[in-house]
């Protein structure tokens, strides 16, 4: 790090840089060992429709708990991840996985919602994505119309030629496409004209604020808008509470993820809630109203 910012600029040295460098040295060697003895897990929220009518996907979240340290958040290792290339190693699994649980439920009976995988930007640069995905999807027997990809804002900003028609290839093939942290990244406008997407997700930024700032609740109320105009989907993300899902439904917003729905749960108790559920409420394996 210290060498990239040139000859003749010294950094003071202090405790808290070494301890800093030491958690990440750590913890990117913990994270191939952890690769190695298939130590990852995914965890899964639900996206409903904010009528309660429907499951319309759900989000799969790596998880990572270590034997020593506990659970690690992804807000702390993904960022080593990508910084060292090893989200390429941990997004195949990532990828992989999400599919292969997809395609258990598929076979179960949840064939009409669908599972949407986070990217990385360094996933979009560092390679042929349509081939990548389409492997997997191949390989697991999943069919393109069950997945969902979300890239965040900031990683859509400067997105190649080649990533653009990557991802045109795979929109063809049914696969949606997500902005996610939509909000925090300053976006140009003209992003959403050009660009390959369906899906804003609003961060959760946004949702906390709505009902205490009323400027926060119109920017919402505005991409709502947008979004009805130019066809594009809406999901909100980050609802705690019904003084939030009550503000989001009168805003316009049709999607909603969060803590009041259901916080991100495991593969086992997700399946099991869906499917029996499913018997007598049938909307929640999926009305149809997601994907259009
Ligand atoms: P994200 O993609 O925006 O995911 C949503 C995050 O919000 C998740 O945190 C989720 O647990 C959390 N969340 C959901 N509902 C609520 C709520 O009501 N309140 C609050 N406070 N939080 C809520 P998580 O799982 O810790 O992930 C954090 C971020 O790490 C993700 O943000 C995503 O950027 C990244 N991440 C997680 N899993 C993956 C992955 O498999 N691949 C990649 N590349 N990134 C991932
Ligand atoms: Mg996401
Ligand atoms: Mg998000
Ligand atoms: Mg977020």
Redesign the pocket.
Known sequence: RAKKEGRGIYRIYSPEMGSNMRRYHYLLEEMRVALDTNSFT??F?PIINVDGSAISYF?????WHHPAEGSI???EF?PI??DSNL?LK??DW?LDE?CRQMAAWYNAGMSKTRIS????GV?LKHRSLYQWVMASLNKIGLPPSSLML?I?ESSFIDLSDNTVDELNKLRNEGIIIAI??FGTGFSSLSLLANLPVDVL?I??LF??QATKNTKYNKIIQSIADLSKQLDLKVVA????DIEQLELLKSLGIVYI????IS??QTSAHVGDKVLKQSVSHLSMTGTGVWPP
Do not use: F, H, M, W
């Open positions: 995914l965890s929220q989000e799969a979240l790596v998880r958040a992804p807000s993904i991840a990508e989200i941990l997004g990532i999400a995988v986070n990217l990385s996933q979300e965040t996610d942290d997700k961060d959760k949702v906390s993300e980050g609802i705690e993820q969060g803590y009041l916080r991100p």
